[in-house]
């Protein structure tokens, strides 16, 4: 009979893993427990070895086997819960294989109702079988607590029995401490559960971890000194999660081993430093993150750069979660930016002036920081960025102190501007608009300085730093519009904090869900909390994508359609008007911006473009939506058609989500346009926009960028292809050359890089010259299809302010060389030119920059 | 759960190599050069834990023992504690060194089942079984046991066994 068993057992191993389950059957009939132990070896052990055949067929065919024979499961849970008569040996394995199936499929094996068993298993004496059982309850109680609970007091019975040495064998003591495993395992399975509810468990398992904590020092044997400490750091772990530090002589303990682990941040070994980090975030509460997050910010300057980013944006979420107060936390964030600002994610300090924004009280006191830091003489640039937004914003606020005048403060952040990169000097005009809303009285030297510099940038190449420049002038010839339009931004909604969910981000995949994370997802941030924010929007989600978006960049964007349309006189011929609900892009929404059908989130408002008057009217106005009609204009007869039920369209967009677009001014209705390009026109595309508002009826004319060189798309030729090309045009209309005198100077990299913003590809190496420059396109729309266009410019060495272009295309209708021609002829020159003023009347929107080609041309690169 | 044991030698050379999770052979040369790579830079004054998220998948740490000619690498994840492991490694060690007499590489070299009975009597399917190392030896010497005694079935030939058993 046994080595009938043994066998069967045997053969199972040269066939698959479902026989092997198969032969557990004749093994329960046999009483001989050496066969039963060695068919228990036999599915777990295969995992290593056989898994890969079972994965290589199909999962089902691999379960339909496994199924009828289950019953060899029901032997295996006999085996571990009742049958205490078996050998230790046997039940060991017993629970670890099943275990091992449990993994594998957790519908196969059934634990309902194990809780009574799991409470029995947990009172073996048998330490051997004990480590095998704690194994099998934490991967059960990793993915269902609550029907646990009964098993709660008896895990903090076996700490207390390893923990006071009671009826321990000698032989499962590791250089005298008991069994360091079980009491590790017991920790892990103790930190699933929230906290405890029953008192006496609760003395109970805070005073094994008392003596864990007081007990545990360095002793001279390496061994011991690893056991003890691997208890130590699981108690930790344990105590750090049951919350129990509020008794002051542990506390004490514990920022004993603190010091410990912040010199461990100095260890030679990274992934002890690592580690420390780690423990030190996980350890963090509200009475040690001062010391904590100022440690740390010590240790930035010395920190490995492959370990800064980590610090800092670990630095970040302990001072936001565990502020005792904001100005503390402002604080930090400003030192970590200084510090370290290569590391700070913008997030952080998006955070920072969310923060601020929301907190009144902290707004002076974050201006002032700011300004001292500005007043340092190397700075880094994230600094610049969030000082200036700081002090655009509550400057005023500052106005009493001495060294805080508009003009002081004006004068120190122009100092930055030469030495920051666009996205800065965005941030810096928006900053300089700010401060000369507040230049109450007028100090016409200071208006005068900011004018001169938005006039400077108001041609510059980068679009987003232009369309600030041309606005904020425009703007400032409002005038009291100005103060309306540049108002303070208004509160931020709450929402997660982006770092946490950042640091969340890190997925690992283990075999158990690690109760640490499971815990920081039940936890929120207690700084959210502080802020005295009003609710708002009650009926609006807010979105939990983390952060909401800035100011800044908020604004950019719309402003970056506002000036593109703004510059959009030229040609391009608007076919289809497809609203969507589900915009990849925001045009139309960013246009209604400043008609005030903006809003969620609030704050993506951008200051410049609010209109309270408008707001207001739509706000008196609920049941508003009736009388809209969505319509397109033909400003090119046949040349639109529309596709789809405008109306039918109007009412999705306007209707969406809330049923009534007006319900809530702050409802944002995003709407992309799609745009085909019947031919080559140097028409403008406008839509109308039009509503009535009670019995007066606004209309206005938005312009929209689609401007030929978005219809352009970039091409490589070979050297052979081009002049195959090139030589088969010959002549005006085909080619066309003329000689540009007068340009502003512009060295060939230079040009090559207007050319790539303008959709042509340079192609270097064609021409021998290195004085000139060839570069391709194709240019695509509904009449020509794909056209190619040939552009060669010859420059003279010698004297950079002329030019000879020839452009060559097949087509001789397309208007587009014209145009390019203008474009490179205008631009450098930065003088008006003769061509057309645009046909259209003014869009009431978009005053600025008609008549300055430079602006426009950098408007379309 | 613990995802390999890897024993090497400090020239690279596996000898013995456990998974707990199914690798083709050709993925376990493969990770166990990257093993020696990751071990054999490091000096012995810096810690025994290494994180080897680029070789085992993320989350994956690795302890391990230099002791004389022989690493002793344990790779597992998350849910086990690092020294934890780090006493296991030496409760295998103890227990090797109580099956043999004073271990030395070629032992392990001669008597390869010896040690995968073992460390199959210490970890089953990547879960620590037994931490006492006389528990252990009983089980190892009760299967030995069982094999001599049943003369059809010989999981190691006679003649390799024979020649190299102690």
């Known amino acids: ?861 | 759960m613990i995802r390999a044991v890897i024993v090497m030698n400090t020239q690279g050379k596996p000898r013995l190599l456990k998974f707990y999770e199914f690798q083709p052979p050709e993925k376990q040369q493969e990770l166990t050069r990257s093993v020696f790579a990751v071990l054999s830079g490091r000096p012995d004054n810096v810690s025994n834990f290494v994180e080897t998220d680029a070789i085992f998948g993320s989350g994956t740490r690795l302890v391990y023992k230099h002791l004389a000619t022989l690493y002793f690498v344990f790779v597992f994840d998350s849910c086990e504690n690092e020294l934890a492991m780090l006493d296991l490694i030496q409760v295998l060690v103890e227990t090797l060194d109580r099956c043999f007499k004073n271990v030395c590489e070629l032992d392990i070299v001669f008597n390869f089942n010896k040690m995968h009975t073992i460390l199959d009597e210490i970890i089953f399917g990547g879960q620590v079984l037994e931490t006492s190392s006389e528990r252990v030896l009983k089980a190892v010497e009760e299967i030995s046991r069982l094999e001599k005694s049943s003369s059809s079935v010989s999981f190691v030939p006679k003649s390799v066994s024979g020649r190299f058993g102690r």
């Open chain 1, 1 to 861: 009979m046994k080595k009938a068993g043994v066998f069967i057992a045997f053969l199972a191993v040269a066939s698959s893993v479902a026989l092997a389950v198969a032969s557990l059957d004749p093994c329960a009939s046999s009483s001989s427990s050496k066969v039963v132990q060695l068919s228990l070896s036999l599915p777990p052990g295969l995992g290593s070895s056989r898994e890969g055949d079972v994965r290589l067929g199909s999962r089902k065919g691999v379960e339909d086997k496994f199924a009828p024979r289950f019953d060899g499961l029901r032997f295996i849970e006999m085996l571990v819960t009742v049958s205490s008569s078996c050998r230790p040996l046997v039940r060991k394995k017993a629970a670890l294989c099943l275990l091992r199936l449990y993994r594998k499929n957790p519908d196969v094996v059934n634990i309902d109702g194990w809780s009574d068993r799991m409470s029995q298993l947990l009172d073996e004496r048998d330490l051997g079988v004990l480590t095998s059982v704690m194994s099998l309850f934490v991967a059960i109680v990793s993915n269902n607590v609550e029907a646990y609970w009964n098993c709660l007091p008896k895990c903090v019975k076996i700490l207390e029995r390893l923990g006071r040495n009671q009826d321990v064998p000698q032989e499962y003591t590791y250089h005298g401490i008991p069994s360091p495993w079980i009491q590790v395992k017991t920790m892990r399975a103790l930190q699933y559960f929230p906290t405890i509810e029953d008192p006496n468990t609760r003395r109970a398992l805070f005073e094994v971890l008392q003596r864990i904590l007081m007990g545990t020092d360095v002793v001279k044997n390496v061994n011991k000194n690893n056991a003890v400490h691997a208890i130590l750091f699981e108690a930790l772990a344990l105590e750090n999660m049951t919350r129990m530090l509020l008794v002051s002589d542990v506390q004490d303990i514990i920022k004993s081993h603190q010091a410990q682990i912040i010199i461990s941040l100095k260890d030679p070994d990274i992934s002890i430093r690592r580690r420390a980090l780690d423990l030190l975030y996980g350890m963090c509460d509200v009475t040690n993150a001062k010391d904590i997050v100022e440690e740390l910010l010590q240790y930035l300057n010395t920190a490995d750069f492959a370990m800064r980013e980590e610090l800092a944006l670990k630095a970040a979420i302990l001072a936001e979660k565990f502020a005792p107060d904001l100005s503390w936390y402002v604080d930090v964030i400003l030192q970590l930016i200084d510090k370290a600002g290569d590391f700070v994610s913008d997030d952080i300090w998006y955070r920072v002036v969310q923060f601020v924004t929301n907190n009144e009280d902290l707004q002076p006191y974050a201006a002032a920081k700011a300004r001292e830091y500005l007043e340092k003489p190397a700075l880094h640039e994230t600094m610049v960025k969030v000082s200036a937004y700081l002090l655009g914003e509550y400057s005023h606020l500052l106005a009493r102190r001495t060294g805080c005048t508009l003009k002081e403060i004006f004068i120190i952040i122009n100092e930055k501007l030469p030495t920051v990169t666009t996205s800065t000097v965005a941030i810096l005009l928006s900053t300089y608009a700010k401060i000369l809303m507040h230049n109450h009285p007028p100090d016409p030297e200071l208006q005068e300085q900011i004018w001169s510099i938005f006039r400077k940038y108001e041609s510059c190449i980068d679009v987003e730093i232009q369309q600030r420049a041309v606005e904020y002038i425009a703007l400032c010839n409002k005038g009291a519009a100005l103060v309306d339009v540049l108002a303070e931004m208004p509160k931020f909604p709450e929402r997660q904090s982006a770092l946490l969910k950042k640091a969340e981000v890190a997925e690992v995949d283990t075999a158990e869900q690690s109760a640490i994370r499971i815990r920081s997802q039940q936890q929120t941030s207690n700084a959210l909390v502080v802020t005295d924010q009003r609710p708002t929007e009650g009926s609006l989600p807010v979105s939990q994508l983390g952060l909401v978006r800035m100011p800044s960049e908020a604004s950019t964007q719309d402003q970056t359609s506002f000036q593109d349309e703004g510059m959009t006189k030229e040609n391009g011929v608007i076919t289809e008007v497809v609203p969507q609900d589900v915009p990849p892009a925001d045009l139309l929404g960013d246009l209604l911006g400043s008609l005030a059908i903006n809003g969620s989130p609030a704050t993506a408002v951008p200051v410049e473009q609010r209109n309270q008057n408008l707001l207001s009217v739509v706000e008196a106005t609920p049941e508003a939506a009736g009388p809209f009609t969505l319509t397109i204009v033909d400003n090119q007869p046949n040349s639109i058609q529309p596709i789809v039920n405008i109306a039918e369209r109007f009412n999705e967009l306007c209707l969406k989500d809330s049923g009534v677009l007006y319900e809530d001014p702050h409802i944002q209705v995003q709407c992309p346009l799609e745009f085909v390009n019947l031919r080559a026109s140097r028409d403008v595309a406008v839509l109308d926009f039009s509503y009535k508002f009670g019995t007066a009826m606004v209309n206005v004319k938005l312009r929209l960028p689609a401007v030929i060189n978005k219809f352009l798309q970039p091409i490589s030729v070979t050297a052979e292809e081009f002049f195959d090309q090139w030589k088969s045009l010959s002549g005006p209309p085909l080619k066309l050359q003329e000689v540009l005198r007068g340009v502003k100077p512009l060295s060939l990299p230079e040009i090559a890089n207007l050319f790539t913003s303008l959709h042509l590809a340079v192609n270097p190496g064609i021409d021998t010259n290195p004085n000139n420059l060839i570069a391709c396109t194709t240019f695509y729309s509904e009449s020509t299809r794909a056209t190619l266009c040939l552009i060669r410019v010859e420059t003279d060495p010698s004297d950079r302010t002329q030019l000879r272009i020839t452009i060559a295309s097949g087509d001789p209708t397309l208007t587009l060389k014209e145009r390019i021609k203008e474009y490179l002829v205008n631009i450098p020159t930065q003088t008006p030119s003769a061509v057309v003023a645009p046909l259209q009347p003014q869009s009431p929107v978009t005053p600025v920059a008609y008549n300055d080609p430079g602006a426009m041309l950098a408007g379309l690169l």
